[in-house]
């Protein structure tokens, strides 16, 4: 038997919370960080180049659209890192109560923006 | 494997374990460079010297090796969630894995400076 339930699936209508945005983000930037693997491999790479190419390294890295670029997945990371920590702990059921869930969601967004927004005023 | 049970829930168990493992291992390296580096004076010179050495390298590399591994369960997870078709579901996953395996490559030249 089917049973007929009220749905309510209107993503452009569902008032998403804090924790959920949170998890969303942590989807949004796992998959950013993913396609952006062979350029991190690459940051590294000229990090670690010969003192001539790393001259050149340089001059990539400072392009105004690559600081930019770079901003974004420092944000991905950090984002990544705080609300993955976030999940380990409610993995042990750590934090399950609503008003501390919502708490360490804001956390994390707050965390994270400042993360980024001082090792990004560090390193510009 | 003898008692190997052919119906139950629990195949994922594995990879959704070793999602967790190397997210933590992840999060222990991220820590432990960030500390290193804040203790050590900020040159290019520093930096070589730093990642040339050879237990930064093995610790490194195993760390790149956390990530490949959890983004393999991540990633599929997001294409099982989206992706419907059979077909285009394989696909992405064949993709997956020859991205990840390349980015695997490119990273032990990279760290072992070959
Ligand atoms: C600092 C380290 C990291 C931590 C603590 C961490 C933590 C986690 C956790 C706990 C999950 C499971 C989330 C869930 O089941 O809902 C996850 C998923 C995922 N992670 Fe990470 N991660 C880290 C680094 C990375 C990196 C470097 C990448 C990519 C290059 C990445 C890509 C992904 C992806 C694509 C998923 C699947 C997203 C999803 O299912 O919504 N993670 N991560």
Not at chain 2, 57 to 67: G, P, S, Y
Request: one cysteine or more.
């Amino acid at each position: 038997m089917q049973k007929q339930r009220p749905k309510h699936l209107d993503l452009a209508t569902i008032r998403l919370p804090i924790p959920g945005i949170v998890s969303i983000l942590h989807r949004v930037s796992g998959v950013a960080l993913f396609f952006s693997l062979p350029l991190l491999i690459y940051l590294l790479h000229g990090s670690l180049s010969s003192a001539e190419s790393f001259e050149t390294y340089r001059a990539v890295v400072a392009h105004p659209l690559m600081k930019i670029i770079l901003i974004g997945l420092l944000w991905a990371y950090m984002h990544h890192f705080c609300a993955g920590i976030r999940f380990l702990f409610l993995d042990i059921h750590k934090g399950l109560e609503l008003q501390t869930a919502r708490a360490t969601a804001k956390t994390v967004v707050v965390v994270s923006l400042a993360l980024t927004l001082i090792l990004g005023v560090a390193l510009w | 494997m003898v008692n190997r049970s052919v119906i139950g829930a629990h195949y994922g168990l594995r990879d959704w374990v070793m999602q967790r493992v190397t997210a933590t291992i992840m999060v222990i390296y991220t820590v432990a460079l960030a500390l290193f580096l804040l203790t050590m004076p900020s040159s290019y010179a520093g930096w070589k010297d730093f990642f040339a050495q050879t237990w930064v390298q093995v610790l490194t590399q195993t760390t790149l090796l956390a990530v490949f591994l959890h983004v393999w369960v991540g990633i599929r997870d997001v294409w099982m969630d989206y992706i419907k078709p059979t077909g285009l579901r394989l696909a992405l996953h064949a993709f997956t894995i020859v991205w990840l395996v390349s980015c695997f490559i490119y990273s032990v030249k990279v760290v072992w400076g070959l």
